[in-house]
């Protein structure tokens, strides 16, 4: 009799069982099978040698043809039994049973792909001896090769782990191998894609970059693939600026097609701005690009491709290159309304069954507490995350159902455990594809849901976009994103202009008194001091902490024109991701037209944590603000360590956070409203020590009265607002 062998190798045959074979060969000697099952039997009992011997018996005792027949039922059978260790987690077993499946057909490329992960797996370093042996078979090929790409990619994957940005050669001959049939895969593109996905949204840019790079070389007109791979690359900053801005040019060669070169102009705007390589190109590439964006908007034709939604987080650029909302959000607010129009095309199933609930009757603000969904890719260590814990923490768990769901997953980030610790199985961690995440925003049924990333995050703007919540409201991180979708905008009395709602789709929905409220900051300890520095301790010193983005060349000129009227005075200077070099590249041409040495100038390096950051702002007798993206964040920490800031107001929300929290802290020495008092505010500071004294203990009194440090009674101000915005829909559907 034949024993079942899924049956029998669930577990490692005892003696017996070998016995019982060995009983049905001398009964029945021409059932071959019976060898097969007996080799595999001693095979797993660690008697190697004895099984090669049953095995072999059959197989040269006749002839050719028969034993050609009989090596692929044996494999086939060896095959199965090494899935069955693989479901079991015998992963041992699985390694020894095929790699006498590679003896019997080395050709086998899945069977060679296997014993490379399995050998990564249980850690033994054989696996460039069997990819050599894979890469020869792949060559001396004349017919594609079958093998399942899933698991290639797999492989590759477990083969990156060690070393994500610079993979070694041996890999990347593997991946060379096998690209000639991959080309125009769709399976292999949405794996790639899936995996560049989660290494993207798990912060493993590397791997992300590593895995986009393979994608395009299989398909180099995707869109996906290539501004994938340029913004991984912005992201990891410093060097990677100046390959970002080649792979951006490329891209601009290589596709005409307007919306594709508002893409390119967009990314390499983005790196001559972060990277601060060079302020003239800069702003020739926004003019381009600005003029890409009217003609889109204006057309007939390209407004109506499917790629148009691609640019849904697209004209944030506007707010760091000048102050014009009145024309720049006119622009955005057409782009925003025809993106969402192409996701309808594009979705409209989906879309249906959105509608079909918030068309549905509504409960009244006494049946059940209100349901607010909070959605961002930043409840982590990030200006965001900060800044929304308070009001979050402090809601009213009774009279509010608060859910907040998290794009990007980062589980070594304290302040993503925090959200994690705090919310418990109402913190979702969701990852794309983005209709996902919308239907599981659906099936919560949530009444408000609250975007705080805008136009920093495409995948918010397409949740936006869909419309899963009978309210949609933006708050804190950014600017308004101009979906028709989007009912309101949270703000202030002093962020935005009384004439605002001129050029805003949403609903400006002002809050009494201010837009953000807090508890405060945790603060370190400072790492650097005037000695360390080389300053005297009768030095004055200017400080300035801010993003690529936000140095535009015209403000940078008023800040040094504070610095040559102020005698002993020194310039701090600090940019995100931009190094030392290009930073100081960057100043040198600008300090030679003021008439500046350089000597003036210190050039930090990025500070390891937002404590110590905030530690080191101590060191700043005067904080000289952007324009016309001013600080928020990091106006806030200033703010908090008592240093007096000189910010000039503008008309857009950009442009007016400085304002907004200077006058709820009650300081109102430091706003400019033009160039000039800008400069003026910043010489006068710079000269009298007294009035400096006085701002300074105004802030430090300011922590026990302002409103802006009292995160509790913002939240209460929020949630009154949500309960108005209830009412009043609850109200428009009678």
Same mark, same amino acid.
């Given at each position: 009799?034949?024993?079942?062998l899924?049956?029998?190798?669930?577990? #490692?045959?005892s003696?017996?069982t070998?016995?019982e074979?060995?009983?049905?060969?001398?009964?029945?000697?021409?059932?071959?099978?019976?060898?097969?099952?007996?080799?595999?039997?001693?095979?797993?009992?660690?008697?190697?040698?004895?099984?090669?011997?049953?095995?072999?018996?059959?197989?040269?005792?006749?002839?050719?043809?028969?034993?050609?027949?009989?090596l692929?039922?044996?494999?086939?059978i060896?095959?199965?039994?090494?899935?069955?260790?693989?479901?079991?987690?015998?992963?041992?077993?699985?390694?020894?049973?095929?790699?006498h499946?590679?003896e019997?057909?080395?050709?086998?490329?899945?069977?060679?792909?296997?014993?490379?992960?399995?050998?990564?797996?249980?850690?033994?370093?054989?696996?460039?001896? %069997?990819?050599?042996?894979?890469?020869? $078979?792949? +060559?001396?090929?004349?017919?594609p *090769?079958?093998?399942?790409e899933?698991?290639?990619?797999?492989v @590759?994957?477990?083969?990156?782990? /060690?070393?994500?940005?610079?993979? /070694?050669?041996l890999?990347d001959?593997?991946?060379?191998a096998?690209?000639p049939?991959l080309?125009?895969?769709?399976?292999i593109?949405?794996l790639?894609?899936? &995996?560049?996905?989660?290494?993207?949204?798990c912060? !493993?840019?590397?791997?992300?970059?590593y895995?986009?790079? #393979?994608?395009?070389?299989?398909?180099?007109d995707?869109?996906?693939?290539? =501004?994938?791979? @340029?913004?991984?690359?912005?992201?990891?900053?410093?060097?990677y600026?100046?390959?970002?801005?080649?792979?951006?040019?490329?891209?601009?060669?290589?596709?005409?097609?307007?919306i &594709?070169?508002i893409h390119?102009?967009?990314?390499?705007?983005a790196?001559?701005?972060e990277?601060?390589?060079?302020?003239? &190109?800069?702003?020739?590439?926004?003019?381009?690009?600005?003029?890409?964006?009217?003609?889109?908007?204006s057309s007939? %034709?390209?407004?109506k491709?499917?790629?148009?939604n691609?640019?849904?987080?697209?004209?944030?650029?506007?707010?760091?290159?000048?102050?014009?909302?009145?024309?720049?959000?006119?622009?955005?607010?057409?782009?925003? %309304?025809?993106?969402?129009?192409?996701?309808?095309?594009?979705?409209?199933?989906?879309?249906s069954?959105?509608?079909q609930?918030?068309?549905? /009757?509504?409960?009244?603000?006494?049946?059940?507490?209100?349901? $607010?969904?909070?959605?961002?890719?930043?409840?982590?260590?990030?200006?965001?995350?900060?800044l929304a814990?308070?009001?979050?923490?402090?809601?009213?768990r009774?009279?509010?159902?608060?859910?907040?769901?998290?794009?990007?997953e980062n589980?070594y980030d304290?302040?993503?455990?925090?959200?994690?610790?705090?919310f418990?199985?109402?913190?979702?961690?969701?990852?794309?594809?983005?209709?996902t995440?919308a239907? &599981?925003? !659906?099936e919560?049924?949530?009444?408000i849901?609250?975007?705080?990333?805008?136009l920093?995050?495409?995948?918010n703007?397409f949740?936006l976009?869909?419309?899963?919540?009978?309210?949609?409201?933006?708050w804190?991180?950014?600017?308004?994103?101009g979906? /028709?979708?989007?009912?309101?905008?949270?703000?202030? !009395?002093?962020?935005?202009?009384?004439?605002?709602?001129d050029?805003?789709?949403?609903?400006?929905?002002?809050l009494?008194?201010?837009?953000?409220?807090?508890?405060?900051?945790?603060?370190?300890? *400072?790492t650097?001091?005037?000695?360390?520095?080389?300053i005297?301790n009768?030095?004055?010193?200017?400080?300035?902490?801010?993003?690529?983005?936000?140095r535009?060349?015209?403000?940078?000129?008023?800040?040094?024109?504070?610095?040559?009227?102020?005698?002993?005075?020194?310039?701090l200077?600090?940019?995100?991701?931009? !190094?030392?070099?290009?930073?100081?590249?960057?100043i040198?041409?600008?300090?030679?037209?003021?008439g500046?040495?350089?000597?003036?100038?210190r050039?930090?390096?990025?500070?390891?944590?937002?404590?110590?950051?905030?530690?080191?702002l101590?060191i700043?007798?005067?904080?000289?603000?952007?324009?016309?993206?001013?600080?928020?964040?990091?106006?806030?920490?200033?703010?908090?360590?008592?240093?007096? #800031?000189v910010?000039?107001v503008g008309?857009?929300f950009?442009a007016?956070?400085?304002?907004?929290?200077?006058?709820?802290?009650?300081?109102?020495?430091g706003?400019a409203? +033009?160039?000039?008092?800008? =400069?003026?505010?910043? =010489?006068?500071?710079?000269?009298?020590?007294k009035?400096?004294?006085?701002?300074v203990?105004?802030?430090?009194?300011?922590?026990?009265?302002?409103?802006?440090?009292?995160?509790q009674?913002?939240?209460?101000?929020?949630?009154?607002?949500?309960?108005?915005m209830w009412?009043?829909?609850?109200d428009?559907?009678?």
């Amino acid at each position: 009799m034949t024993t079942n062998l899924n049956t029998q190798i669930s577990a #490692i045959p005892s003696l017996l069982t070998i016995q019982e074979y060995e009983q049905n060969i001398t009964e029945n000697p021409q059932d071959v099978t019976n060898y097969w099952y007996l080799g595999l039997a001693l095979l797993l009992a660690g008697r190697e040698e004895e099984a090669q011997i049953a095995w072999m018996t059959p197989l040269l005792e006749f002839g050719e043809e028969e034993s050609e027949q009989w090596l692929l039922q044996l494999t086939e059978i060896l095959f199965n039994a090494a899935q069955q260790q693989e479901t079991d987690s015998q992963c041992q077993l699985a390694w020894v049973i095929r790699q006498h499946i590679r003896e019997f057909v080395p050709g086998d490329i899945n069977n060679l792909l296997k014993i490379i992960e399995l050998n990564i797996d249980l850690k033994i370093e054989d696996w460039e001896t %069997t990819i050599n042996q894979l890469i020869a $078979i792949i +060559s001396e090929l004349i017919e594609p *090769p079958i093998f399942d790409e899933k698991l290639l990619v797999q492989v @590759i994957e477990k083969l990156l782990r /060690p070393n994500p940005v610079n993979p /070694p050669a041996l890999i990347d001959k593997l991946v060379e191998a096998f690209i000639p049939y991959l080309i125009n895969s769709a399976t292999i593109i949405q794996l790639l894609i899936d &995996k560049a996905d989660s290494y993207y949204f798990c912060f !493993n840019l590397g791997m992300s970059i590593y895995f986009c790079k #393979i994608g395009f070389r299989l398909e180099p007109d995707s869109l996906y693939f290539t =501004v994938k791979i @340029i913004t991984n690359l912005q992201l990891l900053g410093g060097d990677y600026y100046q390959e970002s801005i080649d792979w951006a040019n490329k891209y601009l060669a290589a596709s005409p097609e307007p919306i &594709k070169q508002i893409h390119g102009t967009h990314y390499l705007l983005a790196a001559f701005l972060e990277s601060l390589e060079n302020p003239e &190109k800069a702003l020739q590439t926004y003019q381009k690009y600005k003029q890409l964006l009217c003609d889109l908007v204006s057309s007939e %034709t390209e407004s109506k491709s499917l790629l148009t939604n691609t640019l849904l987080a697209f004209g944030h650029f506007f707010l760091y290159m000048e102050d014009n909302p009145h024309e720049n959000r006119l622009i955005r607010n057409r782009l925003a %309304t025809l993106c969402q129009k192409m996701i309808w095309k594009e979705f409209p199933e989906k879309i249906s069954i959105y509608q079909q609930r918030l068309n549905t /009757p509504r409960p009244a603000l006494s049946a059940r507490p209100l349901r $607010i969904g909070y959605v961002s890719e930043c409840f982590r260590s990030h200006s965001v995350g900060y800044l929304a814990w308070w009001l979050l923490k402090y809601h009213n768990r009774q009279e509010f159902d608060i859910h907040l769901y998290s794009l990007r997953e980062n589980i070594y980030d304290r302040q993503q455990q925090a959200y994690q610790n705090e919310f418990g199985d109402h913190f979702h961690q969701l990852c794309p594809p983005i209709v996902t995440i919308a239907d &599981k925003i !659906n099936e919560d049924e949530i009444d408000i849901l609250v975007d705080l990333d805008s136009l920093t995050s495409y995948s918010n703007c397409f949740i936006l976009a869909l419309k899963t919540a009978p309210i949609q409201v933006s708050w804190l991180g950014y600017d308004a994103t101009g979906f /028709p979708t989007v009912d309101y905008f949270i703000a202030d !009395n002093y962020v935005l202009p009384a004439s605002a709602q001129d050029y805003y789709t949403e609903k400006i929905w002002r809050l009494p008194q201010n837009y953000i409220g807090i508890d405060g900051f945790t603060v370190g300890t *400072p790492t650097i001091s005037r000695e360390s520095l080389d300053i005297p301790n009768d030095g004055i010193i200017y400080f300035s902490s801010q993003t690529g983005l936000k140095r535009n060349p015209d403000n940078i000129r008023l800040q040094m024109q504070i610095i040559k009227q102020v005698p002993n005075s020194y310039f701090l200077l600090k940019s995100f991701r931009s !190094n030392h070099e290009d930073m100081q590249n960057f100043i040198a041409p600008l300090a030679e037209a003021e008439g500046l040495d350089l000597e003036c100038f210190r050039f930090l390096p990025t500070a390891p944590t937002e404590m110590e950051h905030r530690a080191n702002l101590a060191i700043a007798d005067i904080v000289l603000d952007t324009y016309p993206y001013n600080g928020a964040t990091t106006t806030l920490e200033t703010l908090w360590m008592g240093v007096p #800031i000189v910010t000039k107001v503008g008309e857009q929300f950009a442009a007016r956070n400085s304002y907004t929290m200077m006058m709820n802290v009650g300081v109102t020495e430091g706003l400019a409203w +033009s160039d000039e008092e800008y =400069v003026e505010w910043g =010489v006068k500071l710079g000269k009298d020590e007294k009035l400096r004294q006085e701002i300074v203990w105004k802030l430090r009194k300011s922590r026990q009265t302002s409103p802006l440090w009292n995160g509790q009674k913002f939240a209460r101000e929020m949630e009154n607002a949500y309960q108005q915005m209830w009412q009043k829909y609850i109200d428009s559907k009678k």
